[in-house]
């Protein structure tokens, strides 16, 4: 749901899916993990966006979010995302008190850009931060015992972030991303994000030598793309 100009009018909201199933979540880095009930269409044209689940700092990024219900927003920071100190306290989910830790929270403030300054807002919570290396790190819990001026001075306003390092491990079994980000248990640290429509394998549709050569582009680090020939040598699919 984004703007088709700079002029923040309102954008289609014809490219939706509806319906998701709750996978893992945890309330001491607040966190949940949704999987759509249904696929995403191709002519969506998405991006699959990555992550990163090291305690490492980034010097800066972008929170992609939709403030009150609005159409997305691209808040940017220039200065070191650190552990956050608005937090260490207690929370009652509806099912017992939980502690935030701040050492489970990125906290960050936001920079001006030529459109404004970066802020976030009620509507904004669960939104992604994103590193310099353009992969997820967090998601947004609020303004905690900071302070959360929002439009009325932005440029004291404060983001914390739920750290993907926390969620990880999470508290148990059930409560963390490890089992759904990594099931195969292959240590994997980082994966970039990419857009499907970009990953090409070219080549003859025949295969005739043993040498025959096809091209395999956009395909992201760390990924692996398989594809099968039938019996009589024509490349029948690829996944």
């Given at each position: 749901?984004?703007?088709?100009?700079?002029?923040?009018?309102?954008?289609?909201?014809?490219?939706?899916?509806?319906?998701?199933?709750?996978?893992?979540?945890?309330?001491?880095s607040d966190f949940s993990l949704l999987e759509l009930s249904s696929g995403i269409p191709d002519s969506y044209d998405?991006?699959?966006?990555?992550?990163?689940?090291?305690?490492?700092?980034?010097?800066?990024?972008?929170?992609?979010?939709?403030?009150?219900?609005?159409?997305?927003?691209?808040?940017?920071?220039?200065?070191?995302?650190?552990?956050?100190?608005?937090?260490?306290?207690?929370?009652?989910?509806?099912?017992?008190?939980?502690?935030?830790?701040?050492?489970?929270?990125?906290?960050?403030?936001?920079?001006?850009?030529?459109?404004?300054?970066?802020?976030?807002?009620?509507?904004?919570?669960?939104?992604?931060?994103?590193?310099?290396?353009?992969?997820?790190?967090?998601?947004?819990?609020?303004?905690?015992?900071?302070?959360?001026?929002?439009?009325?001075?932005?440029?004291?306003?404060?983001?914390?972030?739920?750290?993907?390092?926390?969620?990880?491990?999470?508290?148990?079994?059930?409560?963390?991303?490890?089992?759904?980000l990594d099931p195969l248990n292959t240590g994997q640290m980082f994966l970039d994000g990419y857009n499907p429509s970009?990953?090409?394998?070219?080549?003859?549709?025949?295969?005739?030598?043993?040498?025959?050569?096809?091209?395999?582009?956009?395909?992201?680090?760390?990924?692996?793309?398989?594809?099968?020939?039938?019996?009589?040598?024509?490349?029948?699919?690829?996944?």
């Amino acid at each position: 749901y984004e703007s088709p100009t700079c002029n923040g009018a309102d954008g289609s909201v014809s490219q939706s899916i509806s319906g998701a199933n709750v996978r893992t979540t945890s309330t001491p880095s607040d966190f949940s993990l949704l999987e759509l009930s249904s696929g995403i269409p191709d002519s969506y044209d998405v991006f699959y966006a990555g992550w990163d689940r090291r305690n490492l700092t980034s010097n800066s990024g972008v929170g992609i979010h939709h403030p009150m219900g609005d159409v997305k927003k691209i808040s940017t920071y220039n200065v070191t995302a650190i552990d956050s100190n608005c937090m260490d306290f207690n929370r009652d989910n509806g099912c017992g008190n939980f502690f935030l830790p701040n050492a489970n929270f990125w906290r960050v403030n936001w920079m001006a850009t030529a459109n404004g300054h970066s802020v976030t807002e009620g509507g904004s919570s669960g939104s992604p931060l994103f590193n310099s290396q353009s992969r997820i790190v967090g998601q947004l819990w609020g303004a905690g015992f900071c302070n959360n001026s929002n439009c009325t001075n932005p440029s004291t306003d404060t983001g914390n972030y739920g750290k993907i390092f926390a969620s990880w491990d999470g508290l148990n079994t059930t409560s963390r991303l490890r089992d759904w980000l990594d099931p195969l248990n292959t240590g994997q640290m980082f994966l970039d994000g990419y857009n499907p429509s970009e990953i090409s394998l070219t080549g003859p549709s025949t295969v005739c030598t043993t040498d025959t050569s096809f091209t395999l582009s956009g395909v992201p680090t760390g990924q692996t793309v398989s594809w099968s020939v039938s019996s009589n040598l024509q490349l029948v699919s690829s996944n």
